[in-house]
């Protein structure tokens, strides 16, 4: 059929392959191979409860289970200790390799891959929406519910439908104070919430090349908010480095294929971006969507900086905020709260000083927990209030009350934010205090 | 019963996870206790507005944002019988067909749907009718393999009968189904 006379994506490449398929194509529903599922406090208690009225003894293997608490730790009240019994017994009774303790975990995205666990090629289900993020490493993976999750513990399965690509193109080297955080909130400006809705987000360009890996998580992990099934990075050079210095830390060496879309792949859509001419871009309340430019909000006051989430809360992120935050204080109008997202980071950013410098600025500082990105608790937002923070979200009532206001922008902004008050571009802060 | 029949609460596009049942609350898993504060951020009087039967019409991106099964729970327990929307976010269409909450996807009755209409889904068929404007439509149908995921009342007794009756497969979905032609935009995952 001439139908089939043409190459795959990359996406298409892995699911063909974790469904024994030759070739798939987008609407094509498969059954596919996970190779590691994942739960949070939030998510897990369901899904543990729905894997016990299906009825089989046992998960399909404790090897590739990860339960990771993240977003009520430590508990926040007796419920969420409650929801945190329920996934640590489970843990125990089915013996999951991976289950990780408050003080020894953090926020499952960033975690998971540093743990060695990912790796190109993979299917990766998580139940948690923001689980497109691991598609930074060349692997598919996507966010699912509680009781899809359940499924996939029983079968280590689940069905899928091959999605469509929207390919983006960036071509230019970032300027100083443009990383991963401003690409993808400019594509979302240009697609709005739903322009990816059950497509794969695939980044390409010559851009990438000067993106590390922290960028790229950053890209992939807000697939979801232009309403992406998956979000993926091609694997290159610095992808494989990464993956076999991660696996060689934790004894997890394992084979695996960089897989890459062929040239004569079909796209649903082509998006260009002029990387080179980007401003860091802030997105105003209430939808991911009103991103613009951070001069064209410049001046805005806010009561609180959240520089922390799966979204901007490794080294690299911590770095550029301590960079700015070095000798100086966050303003007396504001409240700055900084969250490295696992207790590896949180240690390594103690060792490096920047915890120090955190503290001195006048900083609230926890580890390894979402905190105030879901508004759950650690700085939720009262009736009125407005918060500037590196998270993915700032839709009605995410950080705390439905009357509070949040832009989301990338840590360096949040930085110089925090120290004048009012969102400011990083490159104005020399001039400015 | 296959036929549903209530009071329509209009709402707009991009309704979100966090706003059907913000986090604060998340908390439980109990259904009852989430239905005391569905869509409340939206507006505080719908958990108490909202009756047995009540249908939800919404404009695109239904469920957008967190992956929480927590949402389209809350909406099921506070008595609502059906969503009809433009179109759904993919993991909160998911989510609906494994929790067992009607969802129907049929712009044309969006389009011309006000508060308080009635409105009529027949979930069989697919028809869509709002009993007000005398207006009646298709929605958008399920392929077979979600149906039969719905018929079985969800996910876990789909997964339970084929999992632990003697002659169930190993897994719960047929082994591929290629896309022919306009198939292609039935399944929303």
Known sequence: MSDDQYGSTITEKILARASGRERVRPGDLIMAKVSLAMANDITAPMAIDAFRKIGVPKVWDRDRIALVPSHFVPAKDIASASLGMRMRGFAREQEITHFYEVGRAGIEHILLPEDGLVAPGDVIIGADSHSCTYGALGCFSTGVGSTDLAGVLATGEIWLRVPETLRIVYSGEPGKWVVGKDMILKVISEIGDDGALYMAMEHSGDTIAHLSMESRLTLTNMAIEGGAKSGIVPPDDLTVAYVKHRQEIHGRERPFDTLVSDPDARFARTLEIDVAALEPMVAQPSLPSRAVPVSEVEGQEVD????????????????????????????????????PATQDLYQQALHEGLIQIFADAGASVAAGVCGPCLGGYMG?????????????????????????????????????????????????????? | MSTLRGKVHRLGANVDTDVIIPARYLNTTDPAELAKHCLEDLDPTFPLRVGPGDIIVADENFGSGSSREHAPVAIRACGVGCVVASTFARIFFRNSINVGLPIVECR???????????????????????????????????????????????????????????????NGAPDVVRAEGGEVDLLHD
Not at chain 1, 399 to 426: C, E, F, K, Q, S
Request: proline share 5%.
């Open chain 1, 380 to 433: 939720v937002l009262g009736p009125g209030e407005r918060c500037l923070s590196t998270s993915n979200r700032n839709y009605r009532g995410r950080m705390g009350h439905r009357d509070a206001d949040v832009w989301l922008a990338n840590p360096a902004v949040a930085a110089a934010t925090a120290i004048t008050g009012r969102i400011t571009h990083p490159e104005n802060i020399g001039a400015l205090v």
């Open chain 1, 304 to 339: 609180q900086v959240f520089i922390g989430s799966c979204t901007n809360a490794r080294m690299e992120d911590l770095r550029t905020a301590a960079a700015l935050l070095e000798g100086r204080k966050a303003h007396p109008s504001i409240r700055l709260i900084v969250i």
């Open chain 2, 108 to 170: 044309e009755i969006v389009d011309v749907t006000q508060e308080g209409d009635e409105i009529e889904v027949d979930l069989a068929t697919g028809t869509v009718r709002n009993l007000t404007k005398d207006v009646t439509a298709s929605a958008v149908p399920f392929p077979d393999f979600m149906r039969h995921i719905i018929e079985a009342g969800g996910l876990v007794p789909y997964l339970h009968e084929k999992l632990t009756s003697p002659n169930g497969s190993t």
